[in-house]
């Protein structure tokens, strides 16, 4: 799928933290690139710039916030206690190296 992701989102919208702007590419990678955003292909140039082996969002990228469950989070969460729906974005990237293909699968965001 093709296009802009259209994942305009505000800091609160299904909860979640923006966490950053930026990913690094896998050391070594080579155009052509191709990113994902939770399987949604961004498009260079409307969605993200690249650039010093940086890919940079438009838009922050959000991660659940586990931090409003305070020290037991991985038990409530774990024993199903509450549930989690918050916004928890997921950068992928696609690339070459040695005229071969790899991807990259949940790619660190680094802070801004």
């Known amino acids: ?18 966490v950053g702007r930026r990913v690094r590419l896998p050391r070594g990678a080579e155009r052509p ?27 922050p990228i959000v991660k659940e916030d586990l ?15 509450v549930g989690n729906y918050q916004k928890n974005e997921v950068v992928d990237v696609q690339y070459r190296i040695a005229g071969a293909t790899h991807l990259a699968s949940d790619l660190e965001v680094l802070p801004d």
């Open 1 to 18: 799928m093709s296009g802009s992701s259209g994942r305009g989102h505000g800091p609160s919208e299904k909860g979640g933290k923006a």
């Open 33 to 59: 690139y191709t990113v994902f955003i939770n399987g949604t292909e961004q498009v260079e140039g409307t969605d993200y710039e690249v650039g010093n082996g940086v890919v940079i969002f438009r838009e």
């Open 67 to 81: 931090s409003e469950l305070g020290p037991f989070r991985k038990v409530v969460l774990g024993l199903g206690l």
